[in-house]
């Protein structure tokens, strides 16, 4: 199967599967979701991903319809049914099906979605062109909710300005960006805002940080000001999808390769962990 699309309980291609028309989704958003990458029948850092997936579904007091070890089955299998070497694998919970109302059921079973298709991951040499907004999103980006329309009209800006992504920062104080985390070297230290209400703690960042422990290299995570990200000797932009790309340009002006060969160091580091666990040798789908 070239593409394969899952929800609750059946199977079949993205533009098969049809969704029941009161499932809480449509009105309201209601629900979480996680993503990485598959690549060798192997679901990239799939422990990770399910305890994130499980901790945003408590926070909002979904019940997710199977327990941890069975999605995790579930994940892997779906994903040795698709035919390409690399895969975006995608899952969602959605609150459930019922009418229409802001308050809902308590202990209704939520519904699972799951999307696998073929991805070619980016190549970490070719820098990206980031801009710049204020977050006006909510108070509760840890979590990892569906409702994404804020990141949706952020990254369409960006792509009808020729940007590759969008920096975030609550006055001036940097926070992610539009659908990555944002990270930079300076003097040889890793800076990382922290895991708060303000950005979703991504796992590509963590393995970053743990890349850069295995290197010697010094980690903080504390807040940074944008005019410290645009004097960075590198700027750094991870996820699930992407693992670890470097910035070229900020608004148009040029910002970090100051500091390849860390930069570089820590990339290898990031495939290196990606195909010792995958077993796969390629980044293209």
Same mark, same amino acid.
Request: net charge negative.
């Given at each position: 199967?070239?593409?394969?699309?899952?929800?609750?309980?059946?199977?079949?291609?993205?533009?098969?599967?049809?969704?029941?028309?009161?499932?809480?989704?449509?009105?309201?958003?209601?629900?979480?979701?996680?993503?990485?990458?598959?690549?060798?029948?192997?679901?990239?850092?799939?422990?990770?991903?399910?305890?994130?997936?499980?901790?945003?579904?408590?926070?909002?007091?979904?019940?997710?319809?199977?327990?941890?070890?069975?999605?995790?089955?579930?994940?892997?299998?779906?994903?040795?049914?698709?035919?390409?070497?690399?895969?975006?694998?995608?899952?969602?919970?959605?609150?459930?099906?019922?009418?229409?109302?802001?308050?809902?059921?308590?202990?209704?079973?939520?519904?699972?979605?799951?999307?696998?298709?073929?991805?070619?991951?980016? +190549? *970490?040499?070719?820098?990206? &062109?980031?801009? =710049? $907004?204020?977050?006006?999103? /909510?108070?509760?980006?840890?979590?990892? #909710?569906?409702?994404?329309?804020?990141?949706?009209?952020?990254?369409?800006?960006?792509?009808?300005?020729?940007?590759?992504?969008?920096?975030?920062?609550?006055?001036?104080?940097?926070?992610?960006?539009?659908?990555?985390?944002?990270?930079?070297?300076?003097?040889?230290?890793?800076?990382?805002?922290?895991?708060?209400?303000?950005?979703?703690?991504?796992?590509?960042?963590?393995?970053?940080?743990?890349?850069?422990?295995?290197?010697?290299?010094?980690?903080?995570?504390?807040?940074?000001?944008?005019?410290?990200?645009?004097?960075?000797?590198?700027?750094?932009?991870?996820?699930?999808?992407?693992?670890?790309?470097?910035?070229?340009?900020?608004?148009?002006?040029?910002?970090?390769?100051? +500091? *390849?060969?860390?930069?570089? &160091?820590?990339? =290898? $580091?990031?495939?290196?962990? /990606?195909?010792?666990?995958?077993?796969? #040798?390629?980044?293209?789908?």
């Amino acid at each position: 199967m070239e593409a394969l699309a899952y929800y609750d309980g059946k199977i079949g291609t993205p533009s098969e599967l049809m969704v029941p028309f009161n499932d809480r989704v449509h009105f309201f958003g209601d629900g979480c979701y996680d993503a990485t990458v598959g690549a060798n029948g192997k679901v990239f850092l799939l422990q990770d991903h399910l305890d994130r997936f499980y901790t945003s579904a408590k926070l909002l007091d979904i019940r997710i319809p199977m327990e941890k070890e069975a999605l995790g089955t579930l994940l892997t299998e779906l994903l040795q049914k698709v035919d390409s070497k690399v895969n975006f694998v995608y899952w969602q919970v959605t609150r459930g099906v019922e009418e229409r109302n802001h308050v809902y059921t308590p202990d209704i079973p939520g519904k699972l979605w799951v999307l696998i298709r073929p991805q070619t991951l980016c +190549d *970490p040499d070719v820098p990206i &062109a980031l801009n =710049d $907004e204020e977050d006006t999103r /909510f108070f509760h980006c840890n979590i990892k #909710t569906l409702n994404l329309l804020p990141s949706v009209m952020t990254a369409q800006r960006a792509k009808c300005a020729g940007f590759d992504e969008t920096v975030f920062h609550r006055g001036d104080i940097v926070t992610e960006c539009s659908h990555s985390n944002v990270s930079v070297l300076k003097d040889g230290v890793f800076y990382s805002h922290p895991n708060d209400e303000f950005i979703l703690r991504g796992i590509a960042k963590t393995h970053i940080i743990q890349a850069c422990y295995r290197l010697g290299i010094p980690v903080l995570e504390k807040p940074f000001t944008f005019e410290f990200l645009k004097n960075a000797d590198e700027v750094i932009v991870s996820s699930s999808s992407k693992f670890c790309l470097r910035a070229g340009t900020l608004n148009g002006q040029s910002v970090g390769g100051k +500091d *390849p060969a860390t930069m570089k &160091a820590i990339q =290898d $580091e990031v495939l290196r962990e /990606f195909y010792a666990y995958t077993g796969c #040798t390629t980044l293209e789908g």
